[in-house]
């Protein structure tokens, strides 16, 4: 039944129909009736004529490759590249932004993890983040303070 209804279809169509089933173009080669393609049907020739074999009797010589590499490279250049939008993003020290936790920093760091705690925004926190030498220290603190997991995930990705 469905391959009654394909064979009823139009040939061209708008838009692209299901899987397997190319649409037609209105002017493609193939439709071409010339008499080499009505007494041989039509064929494609590949560009080179041994495609798994030698190339060494075929007409591509270093000058056509090197243009073919250098119009690749142009394009992944293009394609590559940026726009520039006018304004440097502002270089950040890490060093400015981390601080390590010691006993004597002990106050600083309840603080800090009060403000995480709470409703601070995170922009402002990222400015001066303690910094653990233990991963346990970090999931203590954050249990001691009850730090939802959302700020949680945050703290221990940034």
Known sequence: MLSMLQEKRPLKRTRLGPPDIYPQD????????????????????????DEFGTAHNSNVNASKVSAFFSGVLAKKEELMTLPDTGRKKQQINCKDNFWPVSPRRKCTVDAWFKDLAGNKPLLSLAKRAPSFNKKEEIFITLCENQVNMQRATWFIKH
């Not at 209105?26 to 004529?49: C, I, M, W, Y």
Request: glycine share 4%; aromatic share 4%.
């Open 26 to 49: 209105a002017k493609q080669r193939e439709d071409e009736l010339t008499p080499t393609n009505v007494k041989h049907g039509f064929t494609t020739t590949p560009p080179l004529s």
